[in-house]
């Protein structure tokens, strides 16, 4: 079946590195990768995309990647800050059908001053 | 600023009552959908629907029902509400339901917090 995985441990790291999550799916070929963010007891709010034909894609602080031989996308955080605390989510579309997602269960970052 | 509204933040209810919870859009969207989110398992598909009095069932449909009357509003009913249906519930709005429009983003609302006792 169709999965899309995030790692379920918290990410614990020092304000000012880099953080990186990470997302794998298997048993399909997604057209495209979203991340969101989602902070506690709110909806999730949609971050970036990234197409299968895209290598990296860039807004402000934050990076996708989309590798299609490792069957995964790496999001990154450069510099940074206790505001970034929350839960990221991956999200890709199914094969086929309407405009579906299937969600991994997020990985929640925890930056410390 | 665009917006999808939930009827209610916190909702506690009785085993075997039936339950309605409501989602507004304002954004013109054609796509609504209705998730469940418990902790490890991430956002679950209960039903979708692409246009008004059109629905599909998601991942997880049984023990629910959906009624899209207008665009606008898109009602997830529990029609006999058990203690597993404690959750979280998510209502989401997307553009366009052609292919060209799949790439457009997902607009959550707050949630609704359903305990069931």
């Known amino acids: 079946s169709q999965k899309i995985e995030q790692n379920s441990e918290a990410l614990n790291i020092q304000e000012g590195k880099t953080a990186t999550l990470t997302c794998n799916y298997t048993n399909y070929s997604p057209a495209y990768l979203q991340w969101y963010r989602q902070d506690p007891g709110r909806g999730p709010v949609f971050l970036l995309l990234?197409?299968?034909?895209?290598k990296e894609k860039r807004k402000e602080r934050l990076k996708v990647t989309f590798d299609t031989t490792l069957k995964q996308s790496l999001f990154h955080i450069t510099a940074s800050q206790p505001a970034d605390s929350a839960t990221y989510l991956c999200a890709s579309p199914l094969s086929g059908g309407y405009n579906k997602l299937i969600f991994g269960a997020g990985t929640r970052l925890a930056v410390h001053p | 600023d665009v917006k999808v509204t939930q009827s209610s933040r916190y909702l506690v209810k009785r085993t075997g009552e039936k339950v309605f919870l409501e989602c507004v859009q304002d954004?013109?969207?054609?796509?609504m959908f209705w998730y469940r989110q418990d902790p490890g398992l991430g956002l679950r598909l209960i039903y979708f629907s692409y246009d008004v009095k059109m629905k599909e069932k998601g991942d997880i449909p049984e023990g629910y029902s959906v009624s899209r009357e207008k665009k606008e509003r898109f009602s997830l009913i529990l029609e006999s509400a058990s203690t597993n249906q404690t959750s979280m519930y998510l209502c989401?709005?997307?553009?366009?339901?052609?292919?060209?429009?799949?790439?457009?983003?997902?607009?959550f609302g707050p949630g609704t917090r359903l305990t069931v006792l």
């Open positions: 990234i197409r299968e034909n895209e």
């Open positions: 954004m013109d969207h054609e796509n």
């Open positions: 989401a709005s997307s553009r366009g339901r052609l292919a060209i429009w799949a790439y457009n983003e997902q607009f």
